[in-house]
């Protein structure tokens, strides 16, 4: 189907656009793949079920993954503006569901840049190896040199604030150059970069000895995982987390795309490409662990791990012995960089689009509005020797009780008190080429809620049952519970001020043509 060029005088000449189809997919797939596909799903995936597990993701990403991907799209595609803008056109009590999304994009992006500027640092150590023969002792001490308690100070750390800001600086700069100068030109430059530097690390560690035992460890099924409610649990949270749903994200990229681009289709591609991805990501990663299993005479389960320990633990230690060690170093922590990157422009601009619509400013003076500052509190938390338990707090409670919270609410406001499914139904299959039917409604307004209700509470409960990481109170408090709540109460507050009067709150024209 052919794409609607906005005319120069337009709105989205004035937002801002991706030059195609194809530039909204590349940039949509770099949000969706970031530092969780690489760290987070083959983790996930070995402890509940290996093999087995593909079958409770496939049934979580086609029956709540990609409807409610779609349901972004249909609503950013329809009403053209941020989060905020588009739900208050679409409702007027809608508006503080955007906000509550761009406040939770804040939170992410003020720690989710100093683990992209520690993956830029490793990158130059895997050449020479400098982590020496304790990864673990030199990542929390000779590099972070992570206070001995939880604590809030300025005691700085040259080697993550130099990073750390040349991160920012490189960011607010792709901000700046605008929606195709910037976000859509690293993303076409960055993602092909991206998979084949993955497929080449792939290769190399499906040569490492001991691969095949790494690979047997992940997928040999455990059916008897699929009669456990939690394994199901898994696969949705686990689905939510990758696709970048729920917070904004593709509600802000859809609305920069030409009127009569097929959603639809472009959804499908995107849902599936980034699942492929932590496919492949599942199969590098427990290739090269079960080498490193071999090598120590251990068994996979004793090295397997996530998260951190994984990037920073793990691999430096793989990297160390593997023949060649040095190229998958390069190569694994060029990709933590690569994949990050993309994801965090795709989460800023969520709250720069907002801000933009809201107060009518310029690319630029959003850009520096938004940036500046968040650049400011992301070093002066994290790039200090008490940032790790910060990172790690504030990660754990905004991804659970923020990200699937509003996801849950956006869902049903959107379904039963806005009723508005029905329209973006019909606006989606205008041009789509995946015609959808009342299967996709039913399963948006009934389905998946209950499924992520579910999630919740059983998350709600492990938190409550035992402090999350052994942290003191104040720490959870402020930093955990504090950050899921506070954005909410920012995001009621900020939606009771007025819209700059040169921002129309009127559905677009050109969606009554």
């Given at each position: 189907?052919?794409?609607?060029?906005?005319?120069?005088?337009?709105?989205?000449?004035?937002?801002?656009?991706?030059?195609?189809?194809?530039?909204?997919?590349?940039?949509a797939?770099g949000?969706?793949?970031?530092?969780?596909?690489?760290?987070?799903?083959?983790?996930?995936?070995?402890?509940?079920?290996?093999?087995?597990?593909?079958?409770?993701?496939?049934?979580?990403?086609?029956?709540?993954?990609?409807?409610?991907?779609?349901?972004?799209?249909?609503?950013?595609?329809?009403?053209?503006?941020?989060?905020?803008?588009?739900?208050?056109?679409?409702?007027?009590g809608?508006?503080?569901?955007?906000?509550?999304?761009v406040?939770?994009?804040?939170?992410i992006?003020?720690?989710?840049?100093?683990?992209?500027?520690?993956?830029?640092?490793?990158?130059?150590?895997?050449?020479?190896?400098?982590?020496?023969?304790?990864?673990a002792?030199?990542?929390?001490?000779?590099?972070?040199?992570?206070?001995?308690?939880?604590?809030?100070?300025?005691?700085?750390?040259?080697?993550?604030?130099?990073?750390?800001?040349?991160?920012?600086?490189?960011?607010?700069?792709?901000?700046?150059?605008?929606?195709?100068?910037?976000?859509?030109?690293?993303?076409?430059?960055?993602?092909?970069?991206?998979v084949?530097?993955?497929?080449?690390l792939?290769?190399?560690?499906?040569?490492?000895?001991?691969?095949?035992?790494?690979?047997?460890?992940?997928?040999?099924?455990?059916?008897?995982?699929?009669?456990?409610?939690s394994?199901?649990?898994?696969a949705?949270?686990?689905?939510?987390?990758?696709?970048?749903?729920?917070?904004?994200?593709?509600?802000?990229y859809?609305?920069?795309v030409?009127?009569r681009?097929?959603?639809?289709?472009?959804?499908?591609?995107?849902g599936?490409?980034?699942?492929?991805?932590?496919?492949?990501?599942?199969?590098?990663?427990?290739?090269?662990?079960?080498?490193l299993?071999?090598?120590?005479g251990v068994?996979?389960?004793?090295?397997?791990?996530?998260?951190l320990?994984?990037?920073?633990?793990?691999?430096?230690?793989?990297?160390?012995?593997?023949?060649?060690?040095a190229?998958?170093?390069?190569?694994?922590?060029?990709?933590?960089?690569?994949?990050?990157?993309?994801?965090?422009?795709?989460?800023?601009?969520?709250?720069?689009?907002?801000?933009?619509?809201?107060?009518?400013?310029?690319?630029?003076?959003?850009?520096?509005?938004?940036?500046?500052?968040?650049?400011?509190?992301?070093?002066?938390?994290?790039?200090?020797?008490?940032?790790?338990?910060?990172?790690?707090t504030?990660?754990?409670?905004?991804?659970?009780?923020?990200?699937?919270?509003?996801?849950?609410?956006?869902?049903?406001?959107?379904?039963w008190?806005?009723?508005?499914?029905?329209?973006?139904?019909?606006?989606?299959?205008?041009f789509?080429?995946?015609?959808l039917?009342?299967?996709?409604s039913?399963?948006?307004a009934?389905?998946?809620p209950?499924?992520?209700?579910?999630?919740l509470?059983?998350?709600?409960?492990?938190?409550?049952?035992?402090?999350?990481g052994?942290?003191?109170?104040?720490?959870l408090?402020?930093f955990?519970w504090?950050?899921?709540?506070?954005?909410?109460?920012v995001?009621?507050?900020?939606?009771?001020?007025?819209w700059?009067?040169?921002?129309?709150?009127?559905?677009?024209?050109?969606?009554?043509?």
């Amino acid at each position: 189907m052919a794409e609607q060029t906005p005319t120069a005088d337009s709105d989205d000449a004035v937002r801002g656009s991706f030059a195609s189809r194809r530039v909204f997919i590349l940039a949509a797939i770099g949000s969706a793949v970031g530092l969780g596909n690489i760290w987070r799903f083959p983790y996930v995936a070995y402890e509940n079920g290996g093999g087995a597990f593909v079958i409770p993701y496939l049934v979580a990403l086609l029956t709540a993954g990609l409807p409610f991907l779609l349901m972004d799209y249909g609503i950013g595609h329809r009403y053209r503006g941020s989060a905020p803008l588009s739900f208050r056109r679409m409702h007027r009590g809608g508006e503080v569901l955007g906000w509550w999304q761009v406040g939770i994009c804040a939170v992410i992006a003020v720690y989710y840049a100093v683990i992209i500027a520690w993956a830029v640092r490793y990158t130059f150590f895997s050449i020479d190896h400098t982590w020496g023969d304790d990864p673990a002792g030199f990542f929390f001490g000779d590099f972070l040199h992570v206070a001995e308690s939880p604590s809030i100070g300025l005691d700085f750390v040259a080697g993550v604030f130099w990073p750390l800001l040349l991160v920012w600086i490189a960011v607010i700069a792709i901000m700046v150059a605008g929606v195709q100068r910037g976000i859509g030109a690293i993303a076409v430059i960055f993602i092909p970069v991206l998979v084949i530097a993955f497929v080449v690390l792939v290769v190399r560690a499906l040569f490492l000895p001991g691969a095949g035992e790494g690979l047997d460890a992940l997928f040999a099924p455990d059916w008897g995982a699929l009669g456990d409610t939690s394994v199901w649990a898994a696969a949705f949270g686990q689905i939510f987390f990758s696709l970048s749903v729920g917070f904004g994200i593709m509600i802000t990229y859809a609305s920069y795309v030409g009127r009569r681009t097929d959603m639809t289709g472009s959804g499908l591609v995107v849902g599936f490409s980034n699942s492929a991805f932590e496919l492949l990501a599942g199969i590098g990663v427990f290739a090269a662990l079960g080498f490193l299993a071999q090598a120590n005479g251990v068994a996979v389960d004793e090295v397997a791990s996530d998260g951190l320990g994984l990037a920073f633990i793990a691999f430096p230690t793989i990297i160390s012995e593997a023949p060649a060690g040095a190229l998958i170093g390069v190569l694994f922590f060029g990709c933590l960089v690569l994949a990050g990157v993309t994801s965090l422009v795709s989460v800023i601009e969520v709250v720069i689009s907002a801000v933009r619509d809201k107060l009518a400013l310029t690319r630029a003076a959003a850009s520096l509005l938004v940036g500046l500052p968040t650049a400011a509190v992301s070093v002066i938390f994290f790039a200090t020797t008490t940032g790790v338990p910060v990172l790690d707090t504030a990660d754990y409670f905004i991804n659970r009780f923020g990200i699937l919270l509003v996801a849950v609410c956006s869902m049903l406001a959107v379904a039963w008190w806005f009723r508005d499914l029905h329209t973006i139904r019909l606006h989606l299959n205008e041009f789509g080429s995946f015609p959808l039917g009342n299967w996709w409604s039913a399963l948006v307004a009934f389905i998946t809620p209950v499924v992520l209700v579910y999630v919740l509470v059983q998350e709600l409960i492990d938190a409550l049952d035992e402090p999350y990481g052994g942290y003191p109170d104040w720490l959870l408090g402020w930093f955990g519970w504090g950050s899921a709540i506070g954005v909410v109460l920012v995001a009621v507050v900020i939606s009771l001020l007025p819209w700059s009067g040169r921002t129309s709150l009127d559905v677009p024209e050109e969606v009554h043509r």
